[in-house]
């Protein structure tokens, strides 16, 4: 992230307070202007001008900012340089390369103090058009290998059409190098965007597609579509992470974005690494070639953490655009919306509840409201979902940082204390959860599976009500005291939970489920239930029912691979007859 250079415009600091700086005297300063301020010009972004004075946010530590300080107008907003290498590669809040091993060139970086080491890093271009063709913005210009694990295909920008006159040859380039000429524009390989404004395309698309997580509770229950905006609220250590890098890891997504925001670096460390391990089945690369990853941990700098859910954002808009189905997790959009509150309170704005800005609900919606699945401008149907983490203080979910989520988001994965406590991993609860996409998406699976996912979806959501209700009932009561068919539910219930929903994140077989497996998981459950009932008509006692062993069921998901359905449908008929032999 970098500034154009404008006409520079010179003020100067009147006064600083943490990230918040204040300063008069740059003249026709603009909202969202970047200003550099003192001898390191740190980056700060306008956020209030009355007069000649301005209020800024800083992105960097202000450790050393004395009124008096130059303050100088960049004529230019928050911008990201858009370009090849940026998946496997880790980046700051305001996307600068953190990795050392691989270095990323920004035009005018070379020559800031800050990152006067950076290098130029060459790439290959491949051109796919001729001179002469008439093309719109988001019309392929070109390729350019070895920029990741997906194809990286650089565009015709947003704003710029017209005749190509003139395209690079196959060549090295760099960065900044023009590659083309279209329409009298020139077309640079790394493109500039402003992070806070979504990048435009054609339309919405309609259709609700599934975007398959591997973990069964999202895929079988509380599923999200491509292009829609999913949150995981959950206390202290219910399993947020662990969640997120699951679908990090494991999502039908062809690029992932990973913003860890305000988090600790460790995780993020496991992030890189355990990316770094795993092989993509459908590459054969490793995940880390389809991840970029925007690292603003709890110890860097705290504006930046507000940048970096937009830069997330921004980077995910730019491989949609190339075709791409996109997947930007955000952990945490809590420690994201304290930095909002932090900087509202020293600029001494009016506060709103429990002292988060008045603008709180607005800010989550502008980023939630960034998903989308989309025809591209240049005619791709491609998406951005987005997917953040949500860590009430003292897990009070009534808070309004989750409260207010709830109201954007299409599917809510609500992380349960008590599922949690008792090693029920993933703890989402599946009476606080909702997917707004479920009707949408059994209809995709019923056209093109041609499977009965949503009548599985509902008969589990009641078998497990019902369950739960029995449950309550038999603590009172006593589960003796219920009749046979109620005794069966609540063993129903306990297969379902420990046979299907729960999946350890850590087993090599378990750790992601394909939907057929899933699938077949639910099948196997559901048809020893049916089983079970239709014993209990036939006369058969419930106390001998729940003393079968039900190991076949409850340990088919560890003993078969990840997509073997099959293994899981031989299971079902071995299980059928141990029970047979009951009556
Ligand atoms: N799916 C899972 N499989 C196995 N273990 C899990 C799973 N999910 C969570 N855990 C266990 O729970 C622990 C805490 O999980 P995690 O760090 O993801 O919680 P968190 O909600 O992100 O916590 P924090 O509030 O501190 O950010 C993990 O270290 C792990 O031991
Ligand atoms: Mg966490």
Redesign the pocket.
């Known amino acids: 992230m970098d500034a154009v250079a404008g006409t520079p415009r010179n003020g100067r600091v009147v006064r600083v307070s943490g990230p918040l700086i204040e300063i008069e005297g740059v003249a026709e300063l603009s909202m969202l202007e970047l200003v550099a301020i003192g001898p390191n010009r740190i980056s700060s972004e306008t956020v209030a001008i009355t007069g000649d004075r301005a209020v800024l946010q800083a992105y960097e530590y202000t450790g050393g900012v004395t009124p008096g300080d130059v303050a100088t107008g960049t004529g230019d907003q928050l911008v990201g340089l858009l370009g090849p290498g940026l998946l496997g590669q880790v980046f700051d809040g305001l996307l600068r390369p953190l990795s050392s091993a691989e270095l990323w060139l920004t035009p005018d970086r070379a020559s800031s103090t800050q990152d006067a080491a950076t290098l130029a890093r060459e790439w290959t271009f491949v051109p796919a058009v001729a001179v002469g063709t008439a093309l719109e913005s988001g019309d392929l210009l070109g390729t350019v290998p070895d920029a990741g694990s997906v194809e990286h295909r650089v565009l015709v920008p947003p704003g710029v059409s017209g005749e190509l006159s003139w395209l690079v040859e196959s060549a090295v380039v760099h960065a900044s190098d023009v590659i083309a000429q279209v329409g009298g524009h020139d077309v640079t390989l790394a493109e500039r965007w402003p992070v806070r404004r979504a990048r435009p395309f054609r339309a919405r698309a309609t259709e609700a597609v599934p975007l398959h997580t591997g973990q069964r509770v999202l895929d079988l229950i509380y599923p999200l579509a491509k292009g829609s905006a999913a949150a995981v609220p959950?206390g202290?250590?219910?399993?947020?992470?662990?969640?997120l890098q699951?679908i990090a890891k494991w999502s039908d997504a062809d690029v992932i974005v990973y913003v860890g925001c305000g988090?600790r670096g460790n995780e993020m460390a496991d992030v890189l690494q355990g990316l770094s391990e795993l092989v993509d089945s459908r590459t054969g690369g490793r995940l880390i070639d389809r991840t970029v990853i925007i690292a603003n941990t709890s110890n860097m700098p705290m504006m930046a953490r507000e940048a970096s859910i937009y830069t997330g954002i921004t980077v995910a808009e730019y491989y949609r655009d190339m075709g791409y189905d996109v997947v930007v997790i955000a952990d945490s959009t809590s420690r994201w919306a304290e930095a909002l509150r932090e900087f509202a309170n020293r600029n001494g704005d009016l506060p709103a509840e429990e002292g988060y800005p008045a603008n709180l609900a607005s800010r989550l919606a502008a980023f939630y409201e960034r998903a989308a699945r989309v025809t591209t401008l240049g005619g791709r149907t491609a998406s951005v979902t987005v997917i953040g983490a949500v860590?009430p203080p003292g897990g009070d979910m009534t808070e309004p940082v989750t409260t207010d989520t709830q109201r954007f988001v299409r599917s809510l994965w609500r992380l349960d204390r008590d599922l949690?406590y008792s090693r029920h991993?993933?703890a989402v609860s599946w009476t606080g959860s909702f997917a707004r996409d479920a009707d949408a998406i059994g209809l995709w699976y019923q056209a093109v599976q041609h499977s009965n996912w949503s009548a599985r979806r509902a008969r589990v959501i009641s078998l497990l009500a019902e369950a739960d209700r029995l449950a309550s009932l038999a603590e009172i009561i006593g589960a003796t005291s219920l009749p046979g068919h109620e005794r069966v539910v609540l063993l129903g219930g306990r297969l379902l939970r420990d046979g299907v929903l729960m999946?350890?994140?850590?087993s090599a077989n378990d750790a992601f489920c394909s939907a057929e497996k899933g699938a077949a998981l639910l099948d196997l459950c559901l048809a020893v239930i049916d089983k079970c009932q239709e014993l209990i008509e036939r006369g058969v006692v419930a106390t001998s029912i729940e003393q079968a062993d039900f190991g076949l069921v409850l340990r088919a998901k560890e003993e078969t691979g990840p997509s073997d359905a099959q293994g899981v449908a031989d299971r079902r008929d071995e299980a059928l007859a141990l029970l047979e032999a009951l009556s």
Do not use: N, V, W
């Not at 202290?236 to 969640?243: D, H, I, S």
């Not at 999946?503 to 850590?506: G, I, N, P, R, V």
């Open positions: 959950g202290f250590g219910t399993g947020k992470t662990l969640l699951q988090e860590s949690a991993y993933p999946q350890s994140a850590l």
